[in-house]
């Protein structure tokens, strides 16, 4: 994923990026099944995608992202290690993802608990979610 962020902002040079993935599983400790988390950069950007998704009816926590964490991802043996201790793994990957975007602005969304409905809701039966469509979908819609 690291690669993949990289070359498409090296290559395309994107206003923003916004990435979805199941990085660690530790999201589910945190926020369990019914928030997807919400990490990134900037923050007009998170703010922006955090609305959509309010909208959207796809509910997000923002989790912190501060330089600390990346002090974590330090190593003696390498330019940067992509694991620490267990403790806040959620954040530690997105860390880890952030040293690939540089300035640009970027918001990373941790769907490991959400990416899965164990309880039928209205709008989204039991089973596989797509979530995150829907969040992306209206933000585009009301993009400024």
Same mark, same amino acid.
């Given at each position: 994923?690291?690669?993949?962020? &990289?070359?498409?902002?090296?290559?395309?040079?994107?206003?923003?990026?916004?990435?979805?993935?199941?990085?660690?599983? &530790? !999201?589910?400790?945190?926020? #369990?099944?019914?928030?997807?988390?919400?990490?990134?950069?900037?923050?007009?950007?998170?703010?922006?995608?955090?609305?959509? #998704?309010?909208?959207?009816?796809?509910?997000?926590?923002?989790?912190?992202?501060?330089?600390?964490?990346?002090? /974590?991802?330090?190593?003696?043996?390498?330019?940067?290690?992509?694991?620490?201790?267990?403790?806040?793994?959620?954040?530690?990957?997105?860390?880890?993802? /952030?040293?690939?975007?540089?300035?640009?602005?970027?918001?990373?969304?941790?769907?490991?608990?959400?990416?899965?409905?164990?309880?039928?809701?209205?709008?989204?039966?039991?089973?596989?979610?797509?979530? #995150?469509?829907?969040?992306? !979908?209206?933000?585009?819609?009301?993009?400024?």
């Amino acid at each position: 994923m690291a690669d993949a962020l &990289a070359y498409g902002i090296e290559k395309f040079k994107p206003a923003a990026v916004i990435d979805l993935a199941t990085l660690t599983g &530790a !999201v589910i400790i945190a926020l #369990g099944h019914h928030r997807t988390g919400l990490l990134g950069n900037d923050d007009e950007l998170c703010a922006k995608v955090l609305a959509a #998704g309010e909208r959207a009816g796809e509910p997000l926590w923002r989790l912190p992202l501060a330089p600390e964490y990346s002090k /974590q991802l330090k190593s003696k043996v390498a330019d940067l290690k992509n694991v620490d201790k267990r403790d806040a793994g959620a954040i530690l990957g997105a860390a880890f993802l /952030q040293e690939f975007v540089g300035k640009t602005p970027w918001v990373h969304l941790d769907i490991a608990g959400t990416a899965w409905n164990f309880s039928e809701k209205s709008y989204v039966p039991k089973g596989p979610s797509g979530v #995150g469509v829907r969040t992306l !979908v209206e933000l585009i819609r009301a993009w400024r």
